[in-house]
């Protein structure tokens, strides 16, 4: 079946038209700033997480209108288990049922949507409903959505260290072998590429363990509009901020004044 455009944005609003090869391909997100959102309303934090269902659907939308075909979304990470165990229930079994509401849609619109995490601790339900999520969405192509829930990039990067020195061990790969490439192969999704574009909503200034290895070059960019405040707009906003950046990956070239 052939992918259905998602909705256009409720004001009419169309995305930028960016120079061609200008376009992020990889769109990581911290969607900071429920709490108090909700907060600020007189309305408990759980409210902001609710409110930014949509912002994420209306994210992914807008992802695919300008033309970005992998959207990272920090939904959980290992450190939210020190949150209340109210919150932590809350978060639980509200991505549970975000995943089941949402995933008709997504598949509709051509969405693979891809897990990353760590397995212990992550409650059994929802590692269920992202399971399913996967094989429901598992041949699209219009945009990978990975959704990271019990995520650290620490955790990641010492789960893959893990990993590679069994493989030592067992005579799979020998040290002298290991490159930058070897290592991508042992992370939680080997054919994640690289973050072009890391916004985190909700004023502050940090990538807060997301991405760790992923995001080595990726362009920040900081929003002080809580999560539930932001839209797709404001996705395109950051798209038009990354395309006048300029990329040098280490490398350097000469502007020289007056030339
Ligand atoms: C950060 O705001 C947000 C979260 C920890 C959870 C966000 C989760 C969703 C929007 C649901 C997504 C679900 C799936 C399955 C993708 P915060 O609580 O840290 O806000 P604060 O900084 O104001 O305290």
Known sequence: MSPIPPPAHSSGARPPALPAGSVPNHVAVVMDGNGRWAN??????????????ETLMDVIAGAIEVGVKEISAYAFS???WKRSPAEVRFIMGFSRQVLRNQRDDL?????RVRWIGRKPKLWKSVLSELRAAEELTRNNDVLTLNLAINYGGRAEIADAMRAMAE???????SPKGISERT???????PSMSDVDLFIRTGGEQRTSNFLMWESAYAELYFSDKAW???????????CEAYATRERRFGGAVDHVAGE
């Open 183 to 189: 290592v991508g192969r042992y992370l939680y999704a």
């Open 78 to 80: 290992t450190e939210n």
């Open 167 to 173: 493989d030592v061990q067992r005579g799979v790969i």
């Open 40 to 53: 600020a309303r007189g309305l408990p934090r759980t409210e902001g997480h609710r409110v930014g269902e």
């Open 107 to 111: 598949n509709d619109w051509g969405v």
């Open 228 to 238: 539930p405040d932001f839209d797709r707009r404001e996705l395109w906003k950051a």
